[in-house]
């Protein structure tokens, strides 16, 4: 008999802690997880997956347009946010239903309740139960990150923004990341005035300069609005429930909605971690090794709680690669290199390995290749929209080192290409595949 209530108590059940929790149990761990919000996390709750959905929603304001030029009779169409929000909420409800099955099917032990750290190998639920397990896997992912500003309390976030019970008229979004930029299209096609406000003058850091030139051209081009270099200073509110958004070095914004993208912090405040001993680093996020222990041997973490890649399927590898080795016997380690990634702007975007900048630094002598191309699609419903499609190359090996897209489907184009390059292959590789035509993709194979 263990000495331990359980063999494994996971804090959090989104992504990376229920494939943890699950893979745990299969190994034949007793497991249990607690989960304070709902099962599912960021990505299946309040992330990803909605987001997604919302992204196909959006887009048949185009699709609908470009009908048109197909042959189609379409009228005039009147979009109705609370039912495609209801519809949402509803999968939303549905996935969540899937992954509390597949828990229970592995027979973990679900509490619907917060829980904190109270020692090494101990867990105290809200309602004062102590629980003692093994080992303790905190998987509690991040949480919206809101500047200090007089009247950021007028503001929503991500948190908020799939629950809205009106479609706004005017929405002014912080940030030039991932969030702004795909919020920014998704309110932009639904007919809302959009403007995106950052403290720098770039979107996308981190993403390629073109590409991210690019999309702010398009999305320039389709009516949204950019101010830079503006930091809120106070959002105040009107008597006829608008928003008036002060900024430095812009004049004042009225609009119907603030959302705050900026950025997310690890959710470890209030989790008992550094009382436990838990080296946390200046962001709050767990330091991890790279079995994903942190400085206290029976305490681990993965996903974006340990603030190193915040991405669902990067979470789902920690949480199988930590229960593998833990429970399965098999070390695991995850590899970071060549993760691809997109965002779900209007046009997207899909990327894969070293940018330009990145590749000259690193390697010195490479070779570009860009295909910059109206989409057949496109064309025929006169829209005006290019893709670009970019890759780098190392010239002293002729290996591709980095794919970067924008462009219709770019994400589901990107995904398959970045086995290629994964795999190390070259120019060449690339060159010496037949094109499918006619379709986008082919462009990867015909860059010269
Ligand atoms: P991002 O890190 O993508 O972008 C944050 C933006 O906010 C940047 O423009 C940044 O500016 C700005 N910013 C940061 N701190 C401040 C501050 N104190 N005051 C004003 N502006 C600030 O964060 P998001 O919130 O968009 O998304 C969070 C994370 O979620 C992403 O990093 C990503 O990992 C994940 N995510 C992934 C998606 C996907 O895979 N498609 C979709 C949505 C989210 P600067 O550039 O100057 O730092």
Request: charged share 25%; with cysteine; hydrophobic share 40%.
């Amino acid at each position: 008999m263990s000495a331990f209530d359980y063999d494994l108590f996971v804090i959090g059940a989104g992504s990376g802690g229920v494939r943890a929790s699950r893979v745990a149990a299969s190994y034949g761990a007793r497991v249990a997880v607690a989960e304070e919000h709902r099962v599912g996390g960021t990505c299946v709750i309040r992330g990803c997956v909605p987001k997604k959905l919302l992204v196909y929603g959006a887009h048949f304001a185009e699709d609908l347009k470009d009908a048109r030029h197909f042959g189609w009779d379409v009228p005039d169409c009147h979009f109705d946010w609370d039912r495609l929000r209801d519809n949402v909420l509803a999968e939303v409800t549905r996935l969540e239903g899937l992954y509390g099955q597949t828990l229970d099917n592995h027979k973990v032990m679900v509490f619907r309740s917060r829980a904190t750290v109270v020692g090494p190998q101990k867990v105290r639920l809200a309602d004062g139960q102590e629980i003692s397990a093994e080992r303790i896997l905190i998987a509690t992912g991040g949480w919206p990150f809101v500047p200090e500003f007089p009247g950021s309390e007028h503001a929503i976030t991500s948190n908020e923004v799939f629950h809205l019970e009106k479609l706004p008229k005017r929405i002014v979004i912080a940030g030039g990341g991932y969030i702004a930029n795909e919020f920014a299209g998704i309110f932009n096609e639904f007919g809302s005035k959009v403007t995106i406000v950052n403290r720098g003058d770039t979107i996308l850091r981190g993403y390629d300069e073109q590409i991210r030139d690019r999309l702010l051209q398009i999305s320039m081009t389709k009516g949204i609005d950019f101010k830079f270099n503006a930091p809120f200073q106070s959002i105040e509110k009107n008597d006829d429930g608008t928003l008036a958004v002060h900024l430095e070095n812009c004049d004042a914004i009225i609009a119907d909605a603030v959302m705050i993208a900026t950025g997310r912090t690890p959710n470890t405040k209030g989790l008992g971690l550094e009382d436990a001993g838990v080296a946390l680093d200046a962001h709050g996020a767990v330091k991890v090794d790279e079995t994903n222990q942190s400085s206290v041997p029976s305490i681990y973490a993965v996903g974006d709680v340990t603030n190193r890649i915040q991405l669902t399927p990067v979470a789902i590898r920690e949480g199988q690669a930590f229960a593998d080795s833990v429970f399965g016997g098999k070390p695991t380690v995850v590899d970071y290199h060549n993760v691809p990634s997109a965002v779900f702007s209007h046009p997207p975007i899909g990327a894969v390995g070293m940018t330009e900048a990145e590749a000259r630094n690193k390697l010195g002598s490479i070779r570009t290749y860009t295909s910059d191309f109206r989409a057949m699609k496109n064309v025929l419903a006169g829209r005006n929209e290019r893709a670009l499609y970019k890759m780098i190359v190392n010239a002293a090996t002729d290996q591709v080192v980095g794919l970067h897209m924008i462009g219709p489907d770019a994400p589901e184009i990107l995904q398959a290409a970045a086995v290629a390059v994964k795999a190390g292959l070259t120019k060449a590789d690339f060159d010496a595949t037949v094109a499918l035509h006619p379709s986008m993709a082919e462009e990867l194979v015909l860059l010269k």
